[in-house]
Protein backbone atom coordinates (compact mmCIF):
# COMPACT_ATOMS: atom_id res chain seq x y z
CA UNK A 1 0.00 0.00 0.00
CA UNK A 2 1.13 3.58 -0.64
CA UNK A 3 -0.95 6.62 1.21
CA UNK A 4 -0.58 9.75 -0.54
CA UNK A 5 -1.62 13.13 1.41
CA UNK A 6 -2.40 16.47 -0.54
CA UNK A 7 -2.12 19.54 1.27
CA UNK A 8 -1.93 23.32 0.49
CA UNK A 9 -5.21 23.63 -1.16
CA UNK A 10 -7.64 26.60 -0.38
CA UNK A 11 -8.99 29.96 -1.68
CA UNK A 12 -7.53 32.04 -3.35
CA UNK A 13 -8.30 35.42 -5.68
CA UNK A 14 -7.64 35.22 -9.82
CA UNK A 15 -4.28 35.81 -10.27
CA UNK A 16 -3.03 34.40 -7.31
CA UNK A 17 -0.90 31.65 -6.42
CA UNK A 18 -0.69 28.20 -4.09
CA UNK A 19 1.57 25.58 -4.09
CA UNK A 20 0.33 22.03 -3.48
CA UNK A 21 1.85 19.47 -1.32
CA UNK A 22 1.96 15.53 -1.60
CA UNK A 23 3.36 13.47 1.24
CA UNK A 24 4.05 9.85 0.41
CA UNK A 25 4.65 6.98 2.73
CA UNK A 26 4.42 3.26 2.42
CA UNK A 27 6.39 2.32 -1.02
CA UNK A 28 9.88 3.43 -2.10
CA UNK A 29 8.53 6.89 -3.70
CA UNK A 30 11.68 6.80 -5.91
CA UNK A 31 10.65 4.27 -8.41
CA UNK A 32 7.00 5.86 -9.05
CA UNK A 33 6.41 8.41 -11.31
CA UNK A 34 3.73 11.40 -9.85
CA UNK A 35 1.17 12.92 -11.42
CA UNK A 36 -1.22 15.67 -10.24
CA UNK A 37 -4.85 14.94 -11.57
CA UNK A 38 -8.20 17.56 -10.56
CA UNK A 39 -11.73 16.95 -10.87
CA UNK A 40 -14.92 19.04 -10.90
CA UNK A 41 -18.14 17.21 -9.50
CA UNK A 42 -19.66 15.79 -12.31
CA UNK A 43 -16.95 15.82 -14.58
CA UNK A 44 -14.22 13.40 -15.27
CA UNK A 45 -10.84 13.88 -13.46
CA UNK A 46 -8.24 15.26 -15.91
CA UNK A 47 -4.57 15.14 -16.18
CA UNK A 48 -2.79 18.27 -14.90
CA UNK A 49 1.12 17.59 -14.85
CA UNK A 50 3.22 14.36 -14.37
CA UNK A 51 6.81 13.99 -13.32
CA UNK A 52 8.77 11.23 -14.06
CA UNK A 53 10.97 8.87 -11.38
CA UNK A 54 13.82 10.83 -11.55
CA UNK A 55 12.69 14.11 -11.66
CA UNK A 56 14.22 14.96 -15.32
CA UNK A 57 11.86 15.08 -17.27
CA UNK A 58 7.67 16.89 -16.54
CA UNK A 59 4.62 17.24 -18.67
CA UNK A 60 1.73 19.65 -18.26
CA UNK A 61 -2.09 19.82 -19.75
CA UNK A 62 -2.10 22.32 -22.25
CA UNK A 63 -4.40 23.97 -19.45
CA UNK A 64 -1.86 24.71 -16.59
CA UNK A 65 1.53 24.84 -18.85
CA UNK A 66 3.21 28.08 -18.70
CA UNK A 67 1.74 28.21 -15.00
CA UNK A 68 2.09 25.49 -13.19
CA UNK A 69 5.83 23.84 -11.67
CA UNK A 70 5.55 19.54 -10.41
CA UNK A 71 8.45 19.08 -8.71
CA UNK A 72 9.51 16.00 -6.67
CA UNK A 73 11.48 15.68 -3.37
CA UNK A 74 12.59 12.28 -3.52
CA UNK A 75 14.84 12.26 -0.38
CA UNK A 76 11.93 13.77 1.62
CA UNK A 77 9.28 11.79 -0.53
CA UNK A 78 7.39 14.79 -1.84
CA UNK A 79 5.37 16.15 -4.64
CA UNK A 80 4.67 19.25 -5.38
CA UNK A 81 2.40 21.58 -7.80
CA UNK A 82 3.01 25.09 -7.65
CA UNK A 83 0.61 27.55 -9.30
CA UNK A 84 0.75 30.87 -10.31
CA UNK A 85 -1.74 33.23 -12.17
CA UNK A 86 -4.86 31.01 -11.10
CA UNK A 87 -7.77 30.93 -13.06
CA UNK A 88 -11.75 30.27 -12.07
CA UNK A 89 -11.19 27.43 -14.20
CA UNK A 90 -8.79 25.56 -12.41
CA UNK A 91 -11.47 25.24 -9.35
CA UNK A 92 -11.18 21.94 -8.65
CA UNK A 93 -10.33 19.21 -6.07
CA UNK A 94 -6.60 17.78 -6.68
CA UNK A 95 -5.51 14.53 -6.20
CA UNK A 96 -1.82 13.24 -6.19
CA UNK A 97 -1.10 10.00 -7.95
CA UNK A 98 1.13 7.57 -7.76
CA UNK A 99 2.36 5.06 -10.42
CA UNK A 100 4.86 2.41 -10.72
CA UNK A 101 5.83 1.22 -14.40
CA UNK A 102 7.30 -2.04 -13.69
CA UNK A 103 4.37 -3.44 -11.39
CA UNK A 104 1.53 -0.92 -12.77
CA UNK A 105 0.82 -0.27 -9.46
CA UNK A 106 -1.24 2.88 -8.41
CA UNK A 107 -2.46 4.64 -6.02
CA UNK A 108 -4.62 8.23 -5.13
CA UNK A 109 -4.56 10.65 -2.49
CA UNK A 110 -8.14 11.77 -1.32
CA UNK A 111 -7.81 15.18 -2.64
CA UNK A 112 -7.28 18.83 -1.48
CA UNK A 113 -9.61 21.65 -2.61
CA UNK A 114 -8.71 24.45 -5.07
CA UNK A 115 -11.35 27.67 -5.03
CA UNK A 116 -10.38 30.45 -7.25
CA UNK A 117 -12.50 33.22 -6.88
CA UNK A 118 -12.90 36.29 -9.95
Known amino acids: QMRLVESGGGLVQAGGSLLLSCAAS????????MAWYRQVPGKEREFVAT????????FYADSVKGRSTISRDNAKNMLYLQMKNLKPEDTATYYC???????????WGQGTQVTVSS
Open 51 to 58: IRRGGDNA
Open 97 to 107: NAHAPVTDFQS
Open 26 to 33: GRTFSIHD
